[in-house]
């Protein structure tokens, strides 16, 4: 603001702030589209960060511990089974909550981290309804290689699958750290599709996971027709792309275990 007068800033209404996943502008918009280009995939900002405050006479702000402890609750509903004994019974006592912060943490440590599993799969699963795919899956960084971690549906990879790295789509989309959506993997050179045949896939929508400057994977959702999603799927898995890297960076507190060896 330092030489510059109030005529030269341009002020926006929360209550109808709508951020354009497309061009990346923010506009006070009332339509279901950006008044910039038109595009579908736009997020309303009072929704994405929890409301107004401006004529509620009493705010309450939601501190970590209270964030931690809502988390918690969301992990309990998952059998012990699944998040292993040890995990449980740290969730349970409340351990978890007092964890050193996972930006003070190397991105193959936040990897690694068990209670990431269920929360991976509850996104994934969210995903996979929201856009209506067939399919979706989130991969993760381990060492050189993006190695599926989370599925949902009948046309996802298998867990456990390395996805290419180097080419591809896949690849693509975590070199230009961008979203990419492919209409049709029939008529798409990007695309592996020996892969996607293998998998009954043709549309494809892709989301770069980065933290830090980093890349740590990648979040698809995945369909078995052409021309399968739109700008609004484009924005919703925009959105669950942060949601999960929220998700990496408040459970990579716990402390590293060793590499799962390659099959």
């Given amino acids: ?9 341009n002020f926006v209404r929360l209550q109808t702030a709508v951020m354009c996943v497309q061009c990346e502008l923010i506009s006070e918009n009332a339509t279901p589209c950006c008044l910039a280009c038109g595009s579908k995939a736009v997020l309303s900002l009072p929704r994405v960060l929890g409301g107004s405050l401006a004529h509620q006479p009493n705010a309450r702000l939601i501190r970590d511990a209270e964030l931690n ?9 998952v059998p012990p089974s699944v998040l292993g004994a040890e995990t449980a019974e740290a969730l349970a006592t409340g351990d978890a909550a007092g964890q050193e912060p996972a930006s003070h943490l190397s991105a193959a440590q936040v990897l690694r981290d068990p209670e990431l599993e269920p929360v991976m799969n509850i996104i994934t699963e969210k995903a996979a309804a929201l856009t209506g795919a067939t399919g979706a899956a989130i991969a993760l960084r381990r060492g050189d290689d993006i190695v599926c971690r989370a599925r949902a549906g009948r046309t996802a990879p298998d867990l456990g699958v390395r996805l290419h790295s180097h080419s591809g789509f896949s690849a693509e989309c975590v070199r230009r750290g961008e979203i990419l959506l492919c209409d049709d ?7 592996d599709l020996v892969s996607c045949r293998q998998l009954g896939v043709r549309s494809i929508l892709v989301a770069p996971l ?27 898995l925009q959105l669950l792309s942060g949601v999960m890297m929220s998700a990496i960076t408040r459970f990579g507190g716990r402390p590293a275990t060793p590499p799962v060896p390659a099959q």
């Fill in 69 to 77: 402890q809502l988390v918690r609750d969301l992990l309990s509903t």
């Fill in 185 to 191: 993997a029939e008529k798409n050179p990007r695309v």
């Fill in 210 to 236: 980065r933290h830090l400057r980093s890349p740590l994977g990648i979040f698809e959702v995945l369909s078995s027709r052409p021309n399968a999603f739109d700008d609004r799927d484009v924005a919703t």
């Fill in 1 to 9: 603001m330092l030489g510059r007068s109030l005529s030269d800033v």
